[in-house]
């Protein structure tokens, strides 16, 4: 019977979130069990937490992801040359009836992380832009990144560069 009770309580730590490291533990930060949700073969995710306002001030969501393989080539590549990800993600003029969208990226470094700074906004002006960083830093054939997206660009960068610093670290 006990042996049961111990499977049944391992089992169920794959359910358990892991905090991210570098954000205050408890409220109003919540921490999800990622890894049973989003896992794939190449992205494994480590960590997710979020801060809803008002205890936040603008709301915040960081992510803790390992890649590896050519999931993690290509994203190296995207952490040496943001912009090519901000032309993706930029609307072209010809698509009719879709709001275009504004996008730029510029290059962050952290010690022997690097990354990127990247907002986005509909070009009317009608909504303000959201903000994402990210950074990563590559250790063999695995890359470790630490994404954060919210609305305030000083937010969201002093916090990538917060939880870099604990998550990234050597």
Not at 109 to 129: C, V
Not at 147 to 156: F, Q
């Amino acid at each position: 019977m006990s042996f049961g009770l111990l499977i049944v309580a391992l089992s169920a730590c794959g359910y358990i979130p892991r905090p991210v490291e570098g954000v205050p533990p408890g409220a109003p930060w919540e921490a999800l069990p990622l890894r049973k949700w989003l896992a794939e073969e190449r992205a494994e995710p480590q960590a997710l937490a979020f801060c809803a306002p008002p205890e936040c001030g603008p709301g915040l969501v960081v992510s803790v992801i390992d890649l590896k393989g050519r999931d993690a080539e290509i994203s190296e590549s995207l952490l040496r040359d943001p912009d090519r990800l901000a032309r993706a993600m930029r609307s072209s003029a010809g698509h009719t009836g879709k709001v275009r969208t504004l996008a730029s990226a510029t290059p962050i470094r952290e010690g022997a992380s690097r990354g990127f700074t990247i907002s986005l906004a509909p070009s009317d002006g009608r909504k303000a832009p959201a903000y994402g960083a990210t950074l990563g830093r590559r250790s063999g054939d695995a890359l470790k990144l630490v994404l954060v997206i919210g609305d305030d660009e000083a937010s969201v960068l002093a916090t990538v560069r917060q939880v870099a610093e604990r998550e990234l670290a050597p």
